[in-house]
Protein backbone atom coordinates (compact mmCIF):
# COMPACT_ATOMS: atom_id res chain seq x y z
CA UNK A 1 0.00 0.00 0.00
CA UNK A 2 0.71 3.48 -0.64
CA UNK A 3 -0.62 4.60 2.50
CA UNK A 4 -2.61 3.42 5.14
CA UNK A 5 -5.29 5.86 7.17
CA UNK A 6 -6.11 4.99 10.94
CA UNK A 7 -9.16 6.90 11.61
CA UNK A 8 -10.27 6.70 8.26
CA UNK A 9 -13.84 7.10 8.74
CA UNK A 10 -13.43 10.49 11.21
CA UNK A 11 -14.12 14.04 9.55
CA UNK A 12 -10.64 14.41 8.66
CA UNK A 13 -9.80 10.53 7.85
CA UNK A 14 -12.26 10.29 5.34
CA UNK A 15 -11.12 13.62 3.65
CA UNK A 16 -7.46 12.09 3.49
CA UNK A 17 -8.73 8.73 2.22
CA UNK A 18 -10.52 10.54 -0.73
CA UNK A 19 -7.65 13.05 -1.26
CA UNK A 20 -5.09 10.40 -1.56
CA UNK A 21 -7.32 7.96 -3.78
CA UNK A 22 -7.65 11.12 -6.47
CA UNK A 23 -3.83 11.28 -6.27
CA UNK A 24 -4.20 7.61 -7.47
CA UNK A 25 -2.75 6.36 -4.35
CA UNK A 26 -3.34 2.76 -3.17
CA UNK A 27 -4.77 3.10 0.36
CA UNK A 28 -5.76 1.03 3.63
CA UNK A 29 -8.39 2.67 5.40
CA UNK A 30 -8.16 1.16 8.88
CA UNK A 31 -11.55 1.52 10.28
CA UNK A 32 -14.32 -0.58 13.11
CA UNK A 33 -17.17 0.23 11.36
CA UNK A 34 -16.97 0.71 7.47
CA UNK A 35 -19.23 4.14 6.77
CA UNK A 36 -16.30 5.39 4.78
CA UNK A 37 -17.41 3.40 1.53
CA UNK A 38 -20.80 4.77 1.41
CA UNK A 39 -19.31 8.44 2.01
CA UNK A 40 -16.96 7.70 -1.20
CA UNK A 41 -19.02 6.64 -3.42
CA UNK A 42 -21.86 9.48 -2.78
CA UNK A 43 -19.16 12.13 -3.42
CA UNK A 44 -18.00 9.79 -6.72
CA UNK A 45 -15.03 9.21 -5.63
CA UNK A 46 -13.09 6.24 -7.20
CA UNK A 47 -12.33 3.79 -4.77
CA UNK A 48 -10.66 1.25 -7.01
CA UNK A 49 -6.87 2.09 -4.80
CA UNK A 50 -9.47 1.32 -1.78
CA UNK A 51 -8.57 -1.99 0.85
CA UNK A 52 -10.40 -1.32 3.92
CA UNK A 53 -9.47 -3.13 6.90
CA UNK A 54 -10.60 -3.56 10.43
CA UNK A 55 -8.58 -1.96 13.26
CA UNK A 56 -8.95 -0.93 16.69
CA UNK A 57 -6.19 1.31 17.86
CA UNK A 58 -6.99 0.86 21.51
CA UNK A 59 -5.31 -2.15 21.32
CA UNK A 60 -1.94 -3.43 19.60
CA UNK A 61 -2.42 -3.93 16.04
CA UNK A 62 -1.45 -6.49 14.22
CA UNK A 63 -2.37 -8.27 10.72
CA UNK A 64 -2.21 -5.14 8.55
CA UNK A 65 -1.46 -4.29 4.84
CA UNK A 66 2.09 -2.81 4.99
CA UNK A 67 2.17 0.91 4.01
CA UNK A 68 4.76 3.08 3.10
CA UNK A 69 3.25 5.92 4.71
CA UNK A 70 1.09 5.94 8.04
CA UNK A 71 -1.29 8.83 8.64
CA UNK A 72 -2.87 8.41 12.37
CA UNK A 73 -6.04 11.00 11.72
CA UNK A 74 -7.84 9.09 15.08
CA UNK A 75 -9.12 10.50 17.49
CA UNK A 76 -11.74 10.78 20.43
CA UNK A 77 -12.96 14.64 20.11
CA UNK A 78 -15.31 15.16 22.26
CA UNK A 79 -16.01 17.34 25.33
CA UNK A 80 -17.58 15.79 28.61
CA UNK A 81 -14.75 12.66 28.18
CA UNK A 82 -14.04 10.43 31.12
CA UNK A 83 -10.01 10.32 31.82
CA UNK A 84 -9.86 6.27 30.89
CA UNK A 85 -12.18 7.16 27.91
CA UNK A 86 -10.03 10.14 26.22
CA UNK A 87 -7.04 8.13 27.05
CA UNK A 88 -7.76 5.03 24.87
CA UNK A 89 -7.71 6.63 21.68
CA UNK A 90 -5.72 9.82 22.12
CA UNK A 91 -2.67 8.23 23.94
CA UNK A 92 -2.69 4.86 24.07
CA UNK A 93 -4.14 4.73 20.75
CA UNK A 94 -1.38 7.07 19.25
CA UNK A 95 1.70 5.19 20.28
CA UNK A 96 0.01 1.70 19.05
CA UNK A 97 0.00 2.71 16.08
CA UNK A 98 3.10 4.16 16.31
CA UNK A 99 4.66 1.20 17.92
CA UNK A 100 3.14 -0.78 14.75
CA UNK A 101 4.62 1.96 12.06
CA UNK A 102 8.21 1.50 13.63
CA UNK A 103 8.17 -2.09 12.29
CA UNK A 104 7.17 -1.75 9.15
CA UNK A 105 10.54 -2.11 6.92
CA UNK A 106 9.56 0.87 4.11
CA UNK A 107 7.76 3.22 6.25
CA UNK A 108 8.57 6.32 4.27
CA UNK A 109 6.85 8.84 7.04
CA UNK A 110 4.25 8.55 10.05
CA UNK A 111 2.25 11.33 10.24
CA UNK A 112 0.09 12.12 13.58
CA UNK A 113 -2.52 14.73 13.76
CA UNK A 114 -2.21 16.72 16.93
CA UNK A 115 -3.42 19.91 17.81
CA UNK A 116 -2.71 23.78 18.18
CA UNK A 117 -3.28 23.97 21.30
CA UNK A 118 -2.09 21.03 22.70
CA UNK A 119 1.42 20.43 21.20
CA UNK A 120 4.55 21.72 23.39
CA UNK A 121 7.79 20.28 23.96
CA UNK A 122 7.27 19.51 27.56
CA UNK A 123 5.57 19.30 30.51
CA UNK A 124 2.46 17.24 31.96
CA UNK A 125 -0.98 17.64 30.94
CA UNK A 126 -3.67 18.75 33.81
CA UNK A 127 -6.62 16.45 33.48
CA UNK A 128 -8.50 18.44 35.73
CA UNK A 129 -7.54 21.79 34.57
CA UNK A 130 -7.61 20.95 30.70
CA UNK A 131 -10.23 18.47 30.62
CA UNK A 132 -9.92 14.94 29.48
CA UNK A 133 -10.07 15.79 25.71
CA UNK A 134 -7.41 18.77 25.41
CA UNK A 135 -5.49 16.73 28.11
CA UNK A 136 -5.30 13.58 27.04
CA UNK A 137 -4.18 15.28 22.98
CA UNK A 138 -1.33 16.99 25.33
CA UNK A 139 -0.35 13.50 26.54
CA UNK A 140 -0.65 11.92 23.41
CA UNK A 141 1.78 14.60 21.55
CA UNK A 142 3.91 14.40 24.06
CA UNK A 143 4.12 10.41 23.84
CA UNK A 144 4.54 10.06 20.46
CA UNK A 145 7.46 12.44 20.22
CA UNK A 146 9.04 10.91 22.81
CA UNK A 147 8.41 7.25 21.19
CA UNK A 148 9.43 8.26 17.81
CA UNK A 149 12.63 9.22 19.11
CA UNK A 150 13.34 6.17 20.82
CA UNK A 151 12.18 3.86 17.65
CA UNK A 152 13.99 6.59 15.35
CA UNK A 153 10.80 6.59 13.06
CA UNK A 154 10.45 9.11 10.79
CA UNK A 155 7.36 11.48 12.00
CA UNK A 156 5.69 14.42 11.25
CA UNK A 157 3.41 15.85 13.35
CA UNK A 158 0.48 18.45 12.20
CA UNK A 159 -0.96 20.49 14.24
CA UNK A 160 -4.28 21.70 12.62
CA UNK A 161 -6.60 24.55 14.32
CA UNK A 162 -10.03 24.10 14.03
CA UNK A 163 -10.75 21.97 10.64
CA UNK A 164 -14.21 23.06 8.96
CA UNK A 165 -16.14 21.98 6.11
CA UNK A 166 -19.46 20.25 5.55
CA UNK A 167 -19.52 17.49 8.01
CA UNK A 168 -18.34 19.03 10.76
CA UNK A 169 -20.50 20.21 13.71
CA UNK A 170 -19.10 20.37 16.81
CA UNK A 171 -16.37 22.68 18.22
CA UNK A 172 -17.03 26.06 17.01
CA UNK A 173 -20.03 25.21 14.73
CA UNK A 174 -21.88 25.04 18.55
CA UNK A 175 -21.35 28.73 18.53
CA UNK A 176 -22.72 28.80 15.07
CA UNK A 177 -25.71 27.19 15.77
CA UNK A 178 -26.28 28.99 19.09
CA UNK A 179 -26.24 32.52 16.83
CA UNK A 180 -28.19 31.12 13.90
CA UNK A 181 -31.15 30.09 16.65
CA UNK A 182 -31.11 33.18 18.56
CA UNK A 183 -29.30 31.42 21.62
CA UNK A 184 -26.18 33.89 21.95
CA UNK A 185 -26.93 36.93 23.64
CA UNK A 186 -22.74 37.96 24.34
CA UNK A 187 -19.93 37.34 22.90
CA UNK A 188 -17.74 35.02 24.79
CA UNK A 189 -14.16 36.12 25.25
CA UNK A 190 -12.61 39.70 24.66
CA UNK A 191 -12.41 41.80 21.24
CA UNK A 192 -8.63 39.62 20.79
CA UNK A 193 -9.92 36.71 21.31
CA UNK A 194 -8.56 34.14 18.08
CA UNK A 195 -10.16 30.87 17.02
CA UNK A 196 -7.89 30.24 13.82
CA UNK A 197 -9.74 28.16 10.99
CA UNK A 198 -8.70 26.01 8.37
CA UNK A 199 -10.94 24.21 5.42
CA UNK A 200 -10.62 20.36 5.62
CA UNK A 201 -10.23 20.66 1.84
CA UNK A 202 -6.78 22.25 2.16
CA UNK A 203 -6.02 20.63 5.42
CA UNK A 204 -6.51 17.09 3.16
CA UNK A 205 -4.04 18.25 0.90
CA UNK A 206 -1.45 19.46 3.14
CA UNK A 207 -1.83 15.92 5.25
CA UNK A 208 -1.09 13.99 1.52
CA UNK A 209 2.05 16.21 0.42
CA UNK A 210 3.86 15.83 4.01
CA UNK A 211 5.37 12.83 3.21
CA UNK A 212 7.26 14.61 0.59
CA UNK A 213 8.66 16.63 3.01
CA UNK A 214 11.63 15.89 5.34
CA UNK A 215 10.64 14.06 8.42
CA UNK A 216 10.75 15.74 12.26
CA UNK A 217 8.80 18.83 11.27
CA UNK A 218 6.08 19.99 13.39
CA UNK A 219 3.15 22.01 11.61
CA UNK A 220 0.91 24.33 12.78
CA UNK A 221 -1.77 24.48 10.25
CA UNK A 222 -4.23 27.37 10.22
CA UNK A 223 -5.31 30.56 9.07
CA UNK A 224 -3.27 33.62 10.46
CA UNK A 225 -5.82 35.56 8.71
CA UNK A 226 -8.56 34.30 10.49
CA UNK A 227 -10.50 37.56 12.49
CA UNK A 228 -10.78 37.99 15.85
CA UNK A 229 -13.37 36.03 17.36
CA UNK A 230 -15.94 39.17 17.67
CA UNK A 231 -15.35 39.81 13.52
CA UNK A 232 -15.63 35.97 12.88
CA UNK A 233 -19.18 36.26 14.60
CA UNK A 234 -20.29 39.32 12.60
CA UNK A 235 -19.43 37.61 9.32
CA UNK A 236 -21.34 34.82 9.88
CA UNK A 237 -24.38 36.74 11.60
CA UNK A 238 -24.64 39.14 8.47
CA UNK A 239 -24.28 36.23 6.32
CA UNK A 240 -26.88 33.92 7.98
CA UNK A 241 -28.97 37.74 7.77
CA UNK A 242 -29.13 37.47 12.08
CA UNK A 243 -28.36 39.58 14.42
CA UNK A 244 -25.62 39.55 16.01
CA UNK A 245 -24.19 40.06 19.96
CA UNK A 246 -23.23 43.66 20.77
CA UNK A 247 -21.77 42.63 24.05
CA UNK A 248 -19.27 40.47 25.22
CA UNK A 249 -18.24 38.98 28.31
CA UNK A 250 -14.92 37.69 29.92
CA UNK A 251 -13.56 34.19 29.75
CA UNK A 252 -12.76 34.92 33.74
CA UNK A 253 -15.95 35.92 34.03
CA UNK A 254 -17.59 32.42 32.04
CA UNK A 255 -15.41 30.57 33.92
CA UNK A 256 -17.10 31.59 37.55
CA UNK A 257 -21.19 31.37 36.44
CA UNK A 258 -22.82 28.32 36.33
CA UNK A 259 -23.00 26.42 32.59
CA UNK A 260 -27.28 26.43 32.99
CA UNK A 261 -26.95 30.30 32.73
CA UNK A 262 -23.94 30.71 30.18
CA UNK A 263 -24.62 27.43 28.06
CA UNK A 264 -20.94 27.08 27.90
CA UNK A 265 -18.69 23.72 28.13
CA UNK A 266 -15.60 24.60 30.34
CA UNK A 267 -14.03 22.21 28.85
CA UNK A 268 -14.05 24.81 25.45
CA UNK A 269 -13.54 28.05 27.09
CA UNK A 270 -9.76 27.77 26.92
CA UNK A 271 -9.62 27.71 23.29
CA UNK A 272 -11.07 31.41 23.92
CA UNK A 273 -7.23 32.78 23.91
CA UNK A 274 -5.26 35.24 22.37
CA UNK A 275 -2.29 33.26 21.62
CA UNK A 276 -0.77 33.15 17.95
CA UNK A 277 0.92 30.38 16.33
CA UNK A 278 4.59 29.46 15.02
CA UNK A 279 2.86 28.92 11.82
CA UNK A 280 6.24 29.64 9.26
CA UNK A 281 7.11 26.64 8.97
CA UNK A 282 3.66 25.01 7.57
CA UNK A 283 3.26 28.43 5.00
CA UNK A 284 6.97 27.42 3.35
CA UNK A 285 5.93 24.18 3.01
CA UNK A 286 2.16 24.97 1.47
CA UNK A 287 3.97 26.92 -0.68
CA UNK A 288 6.71 25.06 -2.19
CA UNK A 289 3.67 21.96 -2.52
CA UNK A 290 1.64 24.60 -4.73
CA UNK A 291 -1.17 25.38 -1.53
CA UNK A 292 -3.23 28.11 -1.05
CA UNK A 293 -5.97 28.60 1.79
CA UNK A 294 -8.92 30.11 0.68
CA UNK A 295 -9.71 33.76 1.95
CA UNK A 296 -10.98 33.15 5.95
CA UNK A 297 -14.28 34.48 5.67
CA UNK A 298 -14.96 32.90 2.37
CA UNK A 299 -14.46 29.48 4.12
CA UNK A 300 -16.57 30.52 7.09
CA UNK A 301 -19.79 31.76 4.69
CA UNK A 302 -19.64 28.34 2.42
CA UNK A 303 -19.28 26.39 5.87
CA UNK A 304 -22.02 28.59 7.53
CA UNK A 305 -24.12 27.93 4.26
CA UNK A 306 -23.31 23.45 4.80
CA UNK A 307 -24.20 23.80 8.76
CA UNK A 308 -27.55 25.45 7.75
CA UNK A 309 -28.56 23.13 4.86
CA UNK A 310 -27.66 20.05 7.17
CA UNK A 311 -29.56 21.38 10.20
CA UNK A 312 -26.23 21.13 11.82
CA UNK A 313 -25.91 17.57 11.56
CA UNK A 314 -28.99 16.71 11.87
CA UNK A 315 -30.47 16.43 8.72
CA UNK A 316 -29.11 15.70 4.97
CA UNK A 317 -29.72 18.87 2.58
CA UNK A 318 -32.07 18.48 0.51
CA UNK A 319 -32.01 20.77 -3.09
CA UNK A 320 -28.45 21.27 -4.16
CA UNK A 321 -26.45 23.79 -4.41
CA UNK A 322 -27.84 25.85 -1.67
CA UNK A 323 -26.63 29.32 -0.02
CA UNK A 324 -27.67 32.36 1.04
CA UNK A 325 -27.83 35.69 -0.77
CA UNK A 326 -28.61 39.06 -1.22
CA UNK A 327 -32.14 39.50 -2.81
CA UNK A 328 -34.13 43.01 -2.32
CA UNK A 329 -31.58 43.79 0.44
CA UNK A 330 -32.40 41.06 2.74
CA UNK A 331 -30.38 37.49 3.13
CA UNK A 332 -32.04 34.88 1.07
CA UNK A 333 -31.52 30.84 1.17
CA UNK A 334 -31.45 29.60 -2.34
CA UNK A 335 -31.73 26.17 -3.74
CA UNK A 336 -31.16 24.93 -7.56
CA UNK A 337 -29.92 26.58 -10.68
CA UNK A 338 -29.92 30.39 -10.41
CA UNK A 339 -29.55 31.28 -13.87
CA UNK A 340 -30.76 28.83 -15.88
CA UNK A 341 -34.34 27.19 -14.00
CA UNK A 342 -36.82 25.80 -16.24
CA UNK A 343 -38.77 26.05 -13.14
CA UNK A 344 -39.16 28.61 -10.03
CA UNK A 345 -41.00 27.36 -7.23
CA UNK A 346 -42.06 29.70 -4.37
CA UNK A 347 -43.81 27.47 -1.46
CA UNK A 348 -46.34 28.62 1.04
CA UNK A 349 -47.37 28.33 4.53
CA UNK A 350 -45.15 27.23 7.26
CA UNK A 351 -42.98 25.26 5.02
CA UNK A 352 -39.76 26.39 2.85
CA UNK A 353 -38.13 25.25 -0.05
CA UNK A 354 -37.75 21.57 0.96
CA UNK A 355 -40.99 20.94 0.60
CA UNK A 356 -40.48 21.01 -3.85
CA UNK A 357 -37.60 18.30 -2.68
CA UNK A 358 -40.22 14.89 -3.32
CA UNK A 359 -41.17 17.17 -6.61
CA UNK A 360 -38.17 18.46 -7.96
CA UNK A 361 -36.41 14.71 -8.33
CA UNK A 362 -39.02 14.33 -10.79
CA UNK A 363 -38.98 17.27 -13.22
CA UNK A 364 -36.50 16.94 -16.12
CA UNK A 365 -35.41 20.57 -15.98
CA UNK A 366 -33.22 22.49 -12.97
CA UNK A 367 -34.92 24.36 -10.48
CA UNK A 368 -34.86 27.51 -8.67
CA UNK A 369 -36.68 27.62 -5.27
CA UNK A 370 -36.02 30.16 -2.79
CA UNK A 371 -37.09 30.13 1.14
CA UNK A 372 -39.95 33.63 0.52
CA UNK A 373 -38.43 36.58 2.98
CA UNK A 374 -38.88 36.34 6.45
CA UNK A 375 -40.37 32.40 5.79
CA UNK A 376 -38.14 29.02 6.18
CA UNK A 377 -34.02 29.99 6.39
CA UNK A 378 -34.71 34.18 4.55
CA UNK A 379 -34.07 37.17 6.40
CA UNK A 380 -37.17 39.69 6.75
CA UNK A 381 -37.25 41.98 3.44
CA UNK A 382 -38.59 45.24 4.05
CA UNK A 383 -40.11 45.27 0.47
CA UNK A 384 -43.44 43.65 -1.01
CA UNK A 385 -43.43 39.84 -2.61
CA UNK A 386 -43.67 40.48 -5.98
CA UNK A 387 -40.81 43.05 -5.71
CA UNK A 388 -38.79 40.84 -4.12
CA UNK A 389 -39.27 38.19 -6.64
CA UNK A 390 -38.61 40.96 -9.38
CA UNK A 391 -34.75 40.65 -7.60
CA UNK A 392 -34.75 36.83 -7.32
CA UNK A 393 -35.25 36.63 -11.06
CA UNK A 394 -32.85 39.50 -12.55
CA UNK A 395 -30.10 36.62 -12.27
CA UNK A 396 -32.25 34.42 -14.35
CA UNK A 397 -31.59 34.21 -18.17
CA UNK A 398 -34.05 31.59 -19.56
CA UNK A 399 -38.22 31.88 -19.31
CA UNK A 400 -39.20 29.35 -16.70
CA UNK A 401 -42.58 28.43 -16.04
CA UNK A 402 -43.46 30.10 -12.07
CA UNK A 403 -44.65 27.98 -10.07
CA UNK A 404 -46.39 29.38 -6.89
CA UNK A 405 -48.00 27.27 -3.83
CA UNK A 406 -51.08 28.91 -1.26
CA UNK A 407 -49.30 32.05 -0.25
CA UNK A 408 -47.67 32.71 -2.98
CA UNK A 409 -49.54 32.63 -5.48
CA UNK A 410 -51.02 36.04 -5.25
CA UNK A 411 -47.24 37.79 -5.52
CA UNK A 412 -46.50 35.24 -8.31
CA UNK A 413 -49.67 36.65 -10.25
CA UNK A 414 -48.92 40.09 -9.48
CA UNK A 415 -45.51 39.50 -10.71
CA UNK A 416 -46.53 37.71 -14.03
CA UNK A 417 -48.40 40.51 -14.48
CA UNK A 418 -45.89 43.17 -14.40
CA UNK A 419 -42.83 40.92 -15.65
CA UNK A 420 -44.70 38.78 -18.79
CA UNK A 421 -42.06 38.85 -20.47
CA UNK A 422 -39.93 36.68 -18.12
CA UNK A 423 -41.74 33.79 -17.47
CA UNK A 424 -43.13 31.12 -20.28
CA UNK A 425 -46.38 30.04 -17.58
CA UNK A 426 -47.52 30.32 -14.33
CA UNK A 427 -48.45 27.52 -12.54
CA UNK A 428 -50.91 27.93 -9.37
CA UNK A 429 -51.10 24.77 -7.35
CA UNK A 430 -53.89 25.47 -4.12
CA UNK A 431 -54.16 29.01 -4.65
CA UNK A 432 -55.15 30.66 -1.43
CA UNK A 433 -56.58 33.53 -2.50
CA UNK A 434 -59.01 31.62 -4.05
CA UNK A 435 -59.79 28.89 -1.61
CA UNK A 436 -61.89 29.04 1.45
CA UNK A 437 -60.55 30.64 4.62
CA UNK A 438 -58.83 28.57 7.60
CA UNK A 439 -59.62 28.36 11.06
CA UNK A 440 -59.61 31.69 12.69
CA UNK A 441 -57.21 30.85 15.14
CA UNK A 442 -54.84 30.05 13.21
CA UNK A 443 -54.24 33.57 12.72
CA UNK A 444 -54.53 34.82 16.53
CA UNK A 445 -51.79 36.26 18.50
CA UNK A 446 -51.26 33.36 20.63
CA UNK A 447 -51.18 30.84 17.26
CA UNK A 448 -47.34 32.02 16.71
CA UNK A 449 -46.25 30.61 20.51
CA UNK A 450 -48.25 27.46 19.35
CA UNK A 451 -46.49 26.95 15.89
CA UNK A 452 -43.28 27.30 18.13
CA UNK A 453 -44.04 24.73 20.52
CA UNK A 454 -44.85 21.88 17.74
CA UNK A 455 -43.39 18.79 17.45
CA UNK A 456 -42.92 17.44 14.05
CA UNK A 457 -45.58 15.15 14.63
CA UNK A 458 -48.17 17.25 15.59
CA UNK A 459 -46.91 19.70 12.85
CA UNK A 460 -47.35 17.11 10.79
CA UNK A 461 -50.71 15.98 12.09
CA UNK A 462 -52.00 20.05 11.91
CA UNK A 463 -51.03 19.80 7.92
CA UNK A 464 -52.76 16.74 7.69
CA UNK A 465 -49.55 15.25 6.21
CA UNK A 466 -47.30 12.24 6.95
CA UNK A 467 -44.17 13.41 9.13
CA UNK A 468 -40.92 13.76 6.65
CA UNK A 469 -37.87 15.36 6.13
CA UNK A 470 -39.35 18.47 5.01
CA UNK A 471 -42.07 18.66 7.88
CA UNK A 472 -39.02 18.77 10.34
CA UNK A 473 -37.02 21.02 7.89
CA UNK A 474 -40.63 23.04 8.54
CA UNK A 475 -40.83 22.78 12.50
CA UNK A 476 -37.08 23.45 12.88
CA UNK A 477 -37.49 27.19 11.16
CA UNK A 478 -41.27 27.78 13.25
CA UNK A 479 -38.97 27.52 16.74
CA UNK A 480 -36.14 30.07 15.41
CA UNK A 481 -36.78 34.26 16.54
CA UNK A 482 -39.62 35.32 14.71
CA UNK A 483 -40.53 32.49 12.07
CA UNK A 484 -43.61 31.64 13.92
CA UNK A 485 -44.80 35.06 14.00
CA UNK A 486 -44.21 36.17 10.49
CA UNK A 487 -45.94 33.34 9.60
CA UNK A 488 -49.26 34.33 11.83
CA UNK A 489 -49.00 37.94 9.98
CA UNK A 490 -48.40 36.49 6.41
CA UNK A 491 -51.73 34.11 7.14
CA UNK A 492 -53.63 37.53 7.96
CA UNK A 493 -52.10 39.36 5.04
CA UNK A 494 -53.80 36.75 2.85
CA UNK A 495 -57.02 36.14 4.88
CA UNK A 496 -57.31 40.17 4.22
CA UNK A 497 -56.59 39.79 0.59
CA UNK A 498 -59.13 37.18 0.17
CA UNK A 499 -61.46 38.20 -2.69
CA UNK A 500 -58.84 39.85 -4.88
CA UNK A 501 -57.64 36.45 -6.63
CA UNK A 502 -60.30 36.88 -9.10
CA UNK A 503 -59.41 40.08 -9.86
CA UNK A 504 -55.53 39.25 -10.08
CA UNK A 505 -56.27 36.42 -12.46
CA UNK A 506 -57.54 38.76 -14.74
CA UNK A 507 -54.33 40.79 -14.64
CA UNK A 508 -51.83 37.76 -16.45
CA UNK A 509 -51.40 37.98 -19.62
CA UNK A 510 -49.22 34.69 -19.71
CA UNK A 511 -50.36 31.34 -20.20
CA UNK A 512 -51.92 30.47 -16.75
CA UNK A 513 -53.07 26.87 -15.26
CA UNK A 514 -54.59 25.86 -11.39
CA UNK A 515 -53.83 22.54 -9.66
CA UNK A 516 -55.51 21.45 -7.03
CA UNK A 517 -56.29 18.70 -5.02
CA UNK A 518 -59.57 17.05 -4.65
CA UNK A 519 -59.52 17.31 -0.82
CA UNK A 520 -58.99 21.27 -1.09
CA UNK A 521 -60.82 22.44 -3.72
CA UNK A 522 -61.18 26.20 -4.93
CA UNK A 523 -64.11 28.14 -3.49
CA UNK A 524 -64.07 31.10 -5.73
CA UNK A 525 -65.31 30.16 -9.41
CA UNK A 526 -62.80 30.80 -12.39
CA UNK A 527 -62.99 30.94 -15.95
CA UNK A 528 -59.66 28.93 -16.21
CA UNK A 529 -58.94 25.20 -16.65
CA UNK A 530 -58.51 24.02 -12.97
CA UNK A 531 -56.36 20.69 -12.85
CA UNK A 532 -58.15 18.26 -10.49
CA UNK A 533 -55.40 15.98 -8.12
CA UNK A 534 -57.52 13.09 -7.07
CA UNK A 535 -57.04 12.27 -3.39
CA UNK A 536 -54.57 15.20 -3.34
CA UNK A 537 -55.22 17.92 -0.56
CA UNK A 538 -53.53 21.44 0.19
CA UNK A 539 -49.84 19.79 -0.41
CA UNK A 540 -50.29 17.85 -3.52
CA UNK A 541 -45.84 18.42 -4.20
CA UNK A 542 -45.68 16.18 -1.03
CA UNK A 543 -48.40 14.13 -1.18
CA UNK A 544 -48.78 13.15 -4.90
CA UNK A 545 -45.09 14.55 -6.39
CA UNK A 546 -45.29 11.95 -9.36
CA UNK A 547 -48.57 12.95 -10.54
CA UNK A 548 -47.84 16.85 -9.85
CA UNK A 549 -44.69 16.56 -11.91
CA UNK A 550 -46.20 14.53 -14.89
CA UNK A 551 -48.77 17.76 -14.74
CA UNK A 552 -46.10 20.64 -14.76
CA UNK A 553 -43.88 18.51 -17.19
CA UNK A 554 -47.03 17.96 -19.48
CA UNK A 555 -47.63 21.49 -19.34
CA UNK A 556 -44.54 22.49 -20.09
CA UNK A 557 -44.03 20.56 -23.37
CA UNK A 558 -45.49 22.74 -25.25
CA UNK A 559 -43.25 25.17 -23.99
CA UNK A 560 -39.96 23.20 -25.08
CA UNK A 561 -41.30 22.88 -28.53
Same mark, same amino acid.
Request: one cysteine or more; charged letters at 20%; proline letters at 10%.
Given at each position: ?7 ? !? ?79 ? $? ?12 ? +? ?44 ? @? ?7 ? $? ?37 ? =? ?17 ? @? ?7 ? !????? @? ?34 ? @? ?25 ? %? ?12 ? =? ?30 ? !? ?15 ? !? ?26 ? +? ?8 ? %? ?166
Amino acid at each position: MDAIVFGA !TGFIGRSLVAELLGRGQRVAAAVRTDTLTPWLLARGVDIAGLTVVTADITRPLADLPEARDVYNTAARYAFGLGEREARAT $NVIGATNVLEWAAN +LPALRRLVHVSGYRVSAPSGTPDYAALGAYEASKFEGDLAVRALAK @ERGAPLTIA $NPSTVIGPGQYIGLAGLVRNLWEGRLPAIPGGPEVFVPI =VTIDYFARFLASIPESPAG @EHYWVLDDA !TPPLP @ELIRTVADHLGVPGPRRSIPVGLLRRLPRALTGADP @ETLSFLSTDRYPTAAAHSFAAAAGLEM %PPAEDALRVWADDL =VAERFGTAAPGLRPYGFHSVAGSRTWITGDRH !TPEYVLLHGLPMNAEVW !TPLAGRLRGPVLAPDLPGLGRSAPSDRP +LEEWLADLMS %PVRTRPVLVAHSLACGPAMRYAAAHPDRIAKLVLIAPALLQAPGPRSARSAPAAAMLRRLSVQRLADTLHLPSGPEIESAAADLRRPGVARRVVRALRTVHAERGSGRELLDRVRVPLEIVVGSADPLAVPVDQRVIVLPGAGHYPQLTHPAELAEQLESLSDPLRR
